[in-house]
């Protein structure tokens, strides 16, 4: 096939994800298999390579994040249970101050958004929205806006987080490097997409349903706040895996590599043995140490597992989905058609994952796709750096939150505001910290 037929047949791929996805409400797990079929039967993959080329690309993706996403779903449940997030959202509101709550519930977010998916992380810490919105004396939108904001950074730009693993897989780039240069691009992004549009856009107090935080809100959510772990522990614990991985990346970079010790480096700072660590130091720093038995952890960990089958299928899937591009032609195709656009690479990874994102809603599927879409670019242009192509897709999935993203729901109705007035809260301030997101990796793209 020619280019342009294979680009037809990229786009009724993609319609149809879409389609199966928002009008017959499919698990998009299914979608992307029944795209990566017609995929391969429209360009005439041979009949008995199409299911080894989808086993093939399952077992290539899953392979290296099934672990990851395991151990960070224990994580995530341990954080919840033992009840860090509220030590840290209280021991930060009293250090930094009522007047500087915006940015405190962006940082929170931040950090307690690592070990868990954006919407479990967005329902565990709502509750604190209403106590810190009601100390601060202002309206819970102001709050929760740059909470959910920040939610969605680290959902699409910091590993270990599933999407941002999973595309840093698929992009064959450095974890380690992609959590630097992310922390680099999230944190300027959530503070103005976040806290900076919320004292812009959003009144202090707002009208009807965006009162402040009512008694009953924050006194339920103030009774959680007792016998929790310390600060500094729960810090750790939170951010031990990135300091694992962040090392590993530094010393491969100044390090020989024939060294004994960099070999140890190079075990220890795998992304798996990194978050194994994390999980047993969990166990004791948030579990035994606070009188957990081990029966209960054992309880907790099964728990934990319950959530992440549906992201699994949707990672695997959407690994068959980009194996099938490749072995069809499709993807080198569509290389060679961007290869020779006058847009930076980076603009048009951003814009496909931006315009997959509202279409589907899924952050996760539009990085996925996106990231099997542009994968062929980094071999027509052995310049473009890998880590950069996956920050410019996850700040492409950031943006246009809206009607087709479960996120943009939760925060409507935990919130009490309307459709409208979540369209011009949290739709707007997710685009803004989108383009800023894609405006930082450019920058970056000057020096690395």
């Not at 075990?267 to 035994?288: K, R």
């Not at 603009?347 to 990231?371: C, D, E, P």
Request: aromatic share 6%; proline share 5%; charged share 10%.
């Amino acid at each position: 096939m020619g280019t342009g037929p294979l680009m037809l047949v990229l786009l009724i791929a993609i319609a149809i994800v879409i389609l199966l996805i928002v009008t017959v409400k499919m698990h998009a797990s299914m979608a992307l298999l029944i795209a990566a079929l017609f995929v391969a039967f429209v360009t005439r993959i041979p009949l008995g390579k199409i299911t080894d080329t989808i086993e093939n690309g399952v077992g290539s993706t899953l392979g290296f994040l099934t672990l990851i996403i395991g151990f960070g779903a224990i994580l995530g449940k341990l954080l919840e249970i033992s009840g860090g997030a509220q030590r840290l959202a209280s021991t930060m509101l009293h250090t930094f101050g009522k007047q500087h709550a915006t940015v405190i519930m962006a940082f929170l977010g931040l950090i307690c958004g690592i070990p868990v998916f954006v919407e479990v992380g967005f329902v565990l810490l709502v509750p604190l929205v209403f106590v810190v919105a009601k100390e601060a004396g202002i309206s819970r939108v102001k709050v929760g806006i740059p909470l959910a904001t920040a939610l969605m950074v680290v959902h699409c730009i910091l590993p270990p987080h599933p999407a941002a693993t999973a595309i840093a897989g698929t992009l064959h780039a450095d974890i380690g490097m992609v959590i630097l240069l992310g922390l680099c691009v999230a944190i300027p992004s959530l503070l103005i997409g976040g806290p900076l549009y919320a004292h812009v856009a959003i009144p202090p107090r707002m009208k009807g349903s965006n009162a402040v935080a009512s008694e009953k809100e924050a006194t339920c959510a103030e009774n959680s706040d007792q016998d929790l772990p310390g600060f500094g522990i729960t810090l750790i614990t939170i951010l031990l895996p990135l300091l694992i991985m962040i090392v590993r990346t530094i010393c491969e970079r100044t390090l020989p590599a024939d060294l004994t010790v960099m070999q140890w480096i190079n075990v220890i700072g795998n992304p798996i043995t990194a978050l194994l660590i994390s999980v047993l130091f969990a166990y004791f720093s948030l579990g035994l140490s606070r009188g957990m038995n081990l029966s209960k952890l054992q309880s907790l960990t099964d728990g934990s597992f319950a959530p992440i089958g549906g992201i699994l299928l949707i990672i695997g899937a959407g690994g068959a989905f980009n194996a099938v591009l490749t072995a069809s032609g499709v993807a080198p195709g569509l290389a060679k058609a961007l290869a020779g656009m006058p847009v930076s690479p980076l603009i048009l990874a951003w814009f496909i994952a931006l315009v997959l994102h509202f279409a589907v809603g899924s952050a996760t599927v539009a990085m996925i796709s996106a990231a099997g879409i542009v994968l062929p670019m980094l071999s027509a242009d052995p310049s473009l750096s890998p880590e950069l192509l996956a920050l410019a897709i996850g700040a492409g999935a950031i943006g246009l939150t809206h009607v087709t993203d479960s996120l943009f729901w939760m925060v409507k109705e935990y919130l009490h505001i309307t459709v409208p007035e979540a369209l011009k809260t949290l739709t707007v301030g997710t685009t803004i910290t989108s383009v800023v997101a894609l405006g930082m990796t450019m920058l970056l793209s000057l020096i690395v």
